[in-house]
């Protein structure tokens, strides 16, 4: 499949309390096959204006059946191994603009809220890591992105 472009203007609250605010789009892939699946980029990434050559129901199902889908490429993923990004923090809030038709706007998600059946359980926050200029955002195990956004166990 390949990624999608989940949003732009993406920022971060840290644990710390400081904001993270990287330059680019915020890139998953639903599949894992181009990047791990509960993993997010924001990197640059420029839109080609080519109509794709096969249909992506994914991108479809998250941006809307009435948005006009385009093309985009990245320069070069970079690496997957964790071990050559650079940690900079939990995170305990997500920010990010939402372009398409399906529900477009400006979305948050709090990160780490404890969930009705896990009252005695903190779960885990999701960890912002840096390689150069590109930014991960790693949700942890059991993660997903729904069509709503972000949903971190």
Do not use: N
């Not at 732009?8 to 904001?19: D, E, H, I, P, V």
């Not at 990047?35 to 080609?48: A, D, H």
């Not at 941006?63 to 997957?80: F, N, T």
């Not at 305990?92 to 998600?109: C, L, N, Q, S, V």
């Amino acid at each position: 499949m390949g990624l999608i472009c989940k949003g732009t203007q993406a920022r971060f609250k840290l644990a710390s309390g400081k904001w993270v605010a990287p330059r680019g789009a915020l890139l998953h892939d639903p599949d894992g096959r181009s990047w791990p699946e509960c993993s997010g980029l924001v990197m640059p990434f420029k839109r080609t204006g080519e109509v794709p050559s096969r249909e992506y129901d994914q991108a479809r199902h998250y941006l809307g059946r009435s948005y006009e889908i385009k093309q985009g490429r990245i320069d070069k993923l970079p690496p997957r191994a964790l071990g050559e990004w650079e940690e900079i923090g939990e995170v305990t809030r997500a920010e990010y603009h939402r372009g398409g038709t399906k529900a477009p706007g400006d979305y948050f998600h709090p990160m780490g809220a404890r969930q009705w059946f896990r009252l005695f359980i903190k779960p885990d926050l999701p960890v912002l890591y840096r390689y150069g200029s590109v930014y991960r955002l790693e949700l942890g195990k059991g993660c997903h992105w729904s069509d709503r956004g972000l949903v971190v166990p």
